[in-house]
């Protein structure tokens, strides 16, 4: 555990750079030959940060083999969230909330409806490099967006209302790929908030490891499958919590909102991507990650 109170980071290191990781990831699928989803953002980013190992893996796709499957468990994670946001502005929701948005460029690439207001919640350091590659390219967004720099374990509801989200309205939120690198206090304290800020009609998404999994199992296994860490020489394991926590579903189902629990492997195969070319010890891992999604009436 490489973790402390109150650290913080940028992009190239510890948590930050798992950021980057991520964003390497959707960028190879989206040079796939079937790709699932297009982020044509997410190249700029690993080019501006520069980082050798995720250049190299974007500057020749192909070289990195095995790896370069996880693409697809990134295509069916970014294909998730982006049908959990568009099911929400169907149903008239026109605030959303990214909760440890990295550099998830979903306020320019989905197609939000006119008058949408999107949060990007992160440390500072991640969000100042965001912008300023956004700036240098031109970006623009698609909705009304708004960067709040606070940390998520910190007085986070404040600084989202100092930015302008109305507790009054519903709320789409998502936090993707954030939950293990929280402290269990802020896990809980997470979904305490998005309970008391959300109004009738707020809906969450989020994945999460079953309780009891052993996260370095999983990057064991995962690296044993792949040959190679896909993170290079960053052990993720060493950044993440496995104090006690809520689990989210129960804990969301217990405050009145209606959950829907899925498996990244019954997305993929309905997303027409099965997972079959993994070897069972890697699905029955893949199993206990669970995509959760859940709504307040
Ligand atoms: C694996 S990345 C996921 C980023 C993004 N959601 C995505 O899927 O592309 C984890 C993100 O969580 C953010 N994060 C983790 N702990 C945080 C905290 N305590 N406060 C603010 N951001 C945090 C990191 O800065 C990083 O951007």
Known sequence: MMRTDGDSWDIVTSVGLTALGVATFRALETV???????????AWFVEAA?????????????????VRRFGHFMGVRTRYFDEFFAAAWQQGVQQAVILASGLDARAYRLDWPAGAVVFE?????????KDQVLAEHGAVPKADRRVV????????PAALTAAGFDPGQPTAWSAEGLLPFLPGPAHDALFERIDALSAPGSSVATDEFSRG?????FADTEEKFF????????DVSDLLYDDTRA?????????????HITTPVDLAAAYAHPITDVPPELIDLMRQAHYVRAEKR
């Open 247 to 259: 689990d989210p579903g129960d804990w969301l189902s217990r405050h009145g909102w209606s959950v």
């Open 32 to 42: 796939d030959p079937e790709p699932m989803i297009r982020d044509d953002y997410a």
């Open 121 to 129: 919640i992160d440390q500072p350091r991640v969000l100042e490099f």
């Open 149 to 156: 720099a606070v940390d998520l374990r910190d007085d986070w």
């Open 227 to 234: 040959g190679s860490n896909p993170f290079g020489n960053l």
């Open 213 to 217: 999994l052993a996260l370095r199992d």
């Open 50 to 66: 520069g980082e050798p190992h995720f250049v190299g893996m974007l500057a020749d796709p192909e070289s990195v083999g095995d």
